[in-house]
């Protein structure tokens, strides 16, 4: 069963750090472009980021451009999101998504149930 499982949200205060996981299972994960997109409540999915399938290439929106990086580690088959200097306006539900790019807010975009993340102090 292919399937995505994301970890490491949490609650945090302005202008801390998480750490984001997805683990990825049941395809092969080091040939699909892989991305981060989340969903603020009362809002519709935003793309975050997104890795090639060797991890070379990195792409982010413009909010998360200097805050937020994405990695991967395709030994282990698992993704990951480094949150920093975050905002409350990151709160939200974030997920990991198989796609390389806005396209994984579409439906149809294999996602996994999410991690949620609030900032607040």
């Known amino acids: 069963e292919e399937q995505l499982v994301e970890s490491g949200g949490g609650l945090v205060q302005p202008g801390g750090s998480l750490r984001l996981s997805c683990a990825a299972s049941?395809?092969?994960?080091?040939?699909?472009?892989m991305s981060w997109v989340r969903q603020a409540p009362g809002r519709g999915l935003e793309w975050v980021s997104a890795?090639?399938?060797?991890?070379?290439?990195?792409t982010y929106a413009e909010f998360a451009q200097g805050r937020f990086t994405i990695s991967r580690d395709n030994a282990q088959n698992m993704l990951y999101l480094q949150l920093n200097s975050l905002r409350t306006e990151d709160t939200a539900m974030y997920y990991c998504?198989?796609?390389?790019?806005?396209?994984?807010?579409?439906?149809?975009?294999?996602r996994g149930p999410g991690t949620q993340v609030t900032v607040s102090s």
């Open positions: 890795i090639a399938p060797s991890g070379s290439d990195t």
């Open positions: 049941g395809f092969r994960f080091s040939r699909y472009a």
């Open positions: 998504a198989r796609a390389g790019g806005p396209i994984a807010t579409m439906g149809g975009t294999m």
